[in-house]
């Protein structure tokens, strides 16, 4: 396990050790514009303002899941660690522990101390991008819709990532009580910790949290049909399936996409009811757990909502055009695909009902969430795709190990999910394991295992190009002489936000500074006068101040550098008056200006 977690750092970290300057302090310049919106929400927590605004302008509300930089902002403000070191150390060290619960799972799955060094494996496999050509280790689609391996959506260290990364410690958590047998109360205490945690992640970030539901229900509703099949159950809930895309299409025209996805789940219904009729009502109690746990961003979400906050229009409207096309899907998909259904026979032929539950569910899970765009729920498919592939890749490799052990295991009993005593189901596994499976068996084993292996290794072609890549990644510093101009320029800047000139990085200016900024992210919260900051904005670029949008989006203060050839020379702007300067290259004398803008 300790193993796998040194090679999940050299493997995911170990492109960027060769340059100058400290891995932890520097920001990795990677799909950077939305990695530098999630960090202005850390500057503003770690400087101990946690109000729910607009990172950057600091007004109107921030509808956004944001829970996981709160704990990045709290974890600077009470260790004194800036927001980027916060922000590197909190999400390679939940990476790393998403390594060591795989290395663990496999360890209690199989009994065997050497298999925990697979742990940091299933983060290399890849999509098969490289077939395209030299340098290909992603598939690029219409607008940003991309397609890579777990390596390529970890590497950002954001929300999504984070949630991932705890999503797949809670599966395993969950998974290792039904593989190992144990009791049903120690599933129902597992489940119900998983499902606090499953509902916690919509606060974290929303398409993590419904592939991370959609996988959940599948595969407990598979179990529930499985386990004690009966023949209307199992019609009912296949004939769901077709019923409900079909009918997510007629709720998506008349009430939204949103309601329209909800729909999908219906399939799981008759499962989770036998669930619940099953345990008693138990299975209730994790029900409403996670629940529970999703009501803060539930709740503000149906107050902006009713509110008519613009931005939730916005954002519903815009995850279009984003699907993942036939064949792509599967094809990029191979390296779980296979293994995937080598799970589903083997769990049909052994009649052990965890692996034949965990194949089909995540197969038709996966399948459901990626094409929604097909029934009409359009929330962006490419990534419930991406956030899939990595939530079974880090949850496939104990299933494998199980199928293996049991099946080589000859004479075992066929199914131990439910045994009435899990040390008497350990103790006849331990009998069982010196008896020699036959030689048809054991070769039958080899080939699978074989070309599980070949093909999973091939993906990972695409993860070497992704760190031959990532050698030549730039990054951020927030250290540099210009940084630091900015920061000691904009000392003073308060009462109002910033306006920057064409030569400077709003978002860089920002994090520099931790001052407002007047700019936003389309996607991510708007502020409280998006129509005035855009006025003002688009005014000072012209060399002009707009009195009115100025006064009404609260900027107060103009930043520009003196040698920025793409700006209106601030100084005969009427309404800029110059405050402060700051020399960033004393070669040049070129400075960072602040302006005072002066609306009368």
């Known amino acids: 396990m300790v193993v796998a977690v040194l090679l999940f750092l050299v493997t995911q970290v170990g492109m960027l ?128 819709a991309v397609l890579w391996g777990p390596f390529g959506v970890l590497f950002t260290l954001n929300g999504e990532a984070a949630a991932l990364s705890v999503a797949g410690i809670a599966f395993l958590a969950a998974l290792v009580p039904f593989l190992r047998g144990s009791s049903r109360r120690a599933r129902l205490v597992a489940m119900t910790l998983v499902a606090v945690v499953v509902g916690g992640l919509l606060n974290v970030h929303v398409y993590s949290f419904l592939a991370t539901v959609f996988l959940s229900f599948y595969v407990v509703a598979a179990y529930a ?190 199914d131990r999910d439910a045994p009435a005593d899990p040390a008497a189901a350990d103790a006849d596994a331990d009998d069982a394991a010196p008896r020699r499976a036959p030689r048809r068996t054991r070769a039958l084993v080899t080939a699978c295992a074989v070309l599980v292996v070949a093909i999973g290794a091939t993906s990972a072609l695409d993860w ?22 900015v920061a000691d320029v904009t000392a003073g800047a308060t009462g109002g936000s910033i306006a920057t000139g064409a030569c400077l990085d709003p978002q860089i200016v920002k994090i520099d500074s931790g001052r407002a900024v007047a700019h936003y992210n389309l996607g991510m919260a708007w502020p409280a006068d998006r129509d005035a900051v855009d006025v003002a904005r688009a005014a000072l670029a012209a060399g002009r101040v707009d009195a009115e949008a100025t006064e009404a989006a609260g900027i107060r203060w103009y930043l520009a550098l003196s040698d920025c050839a793409g700006d209106a020379d601030p100084a005969t702007v009427p309404g800029l008056v110059e405050v402060d300067r700051s020399v960033y290259d004393p070669a040049t004398g070129a400075a960072a200006v602040l302006y005072r803008i002066d609306i009368g």
């Open 225 to 414: 049909v499985l386990e004690r099949p009966r023949r209307r159950l199992l019609v009912l809930s296949a004939a769901l399936v077709p019923a409900s895309l079909a009918l997510a299409v007629v709720v998506a025209g008349a009430v939204g996409p949103l309601p329209a996805f909800v729909v999908g789940l219906l399939p799981t219904v008759p499962g989770l009811l036998a669930t619940i009729g099953r345990t008693r009502g138990l299975a209730l109690i994790p029900m409403g757990a996670a629940l529970a746990a999703t009501l803060p961003q539930i709740v503000t979400t149906v107050l902006a909502s009713a509110a008519g906050d613009p931005f939730l229009s916005y954002r519903v409207a815009s995850s279009k055009d984003l699907g993942v096309d036939l064949p792509l899907g599967p094809l990029a998909g191979l390296a779980l695909i296979v293994p995937l259904v080598l799970i589903l026979v083997a769990g049909i032929r052994a009649r052990r009902t965890v692996w034949t539950a965990y194949a089909a569910g995540a197969m038709l899970a996966w399948a459901i969430t990626s094409t929604n765009d097909l029934w009409r729920a359009n929330q962006e498919p490419y990534r419930l795709w991406i956030d899939g592939f990595l939530l079974i890749a880090v949850t496939i490799v104990p299933v494998l190990l199980d199928v293996a052990v049991r099946t080589l295991r000859a004479g075992a009993p066929a």
């Open 464 to 485: 070497g190009r992704f760190f031959s890549a990532g050698r030549e990644l730039p990054q951020i510093t927030f250290a540099e002489p210009l940084d630091r101009a």
């Open 17 to 144: 050790v060769h340059r100058t300057g400290s891995v932890v302090s520097s920001f990795r310049d990677y799909f950077v514009y939305d990695q530098l919106s999630y960090l202005s929400m850390v500057v503003n927590f770690a400087r101990g303002d946690f109000a729910s605004v607009e990172p950057f302008t600091e007004t109107g509300r921030n509808t956004y899941p944001h829970l996981y930089y709160v704990v990045l902002g709290a974890v600077g403000h009470l260790t004194g660690l800036g927001p980027v070191e916060s922000w590197n150390v909190v999400g390679t060290a939940l990476q790393a522990g998403l390594v060591a619960a795989i290395g663990i799972a496999c360890i209690r799955v199989t009994g065997r101390a050497w298999t925990g060094v697979l742990g940091f494996a299933p983060l290399l496999l890849g999509t098969f991008a490289w077939t395209q050509g030299p340098g290909q280790w992603y598939w690029q689609m219409s607008s940003h």
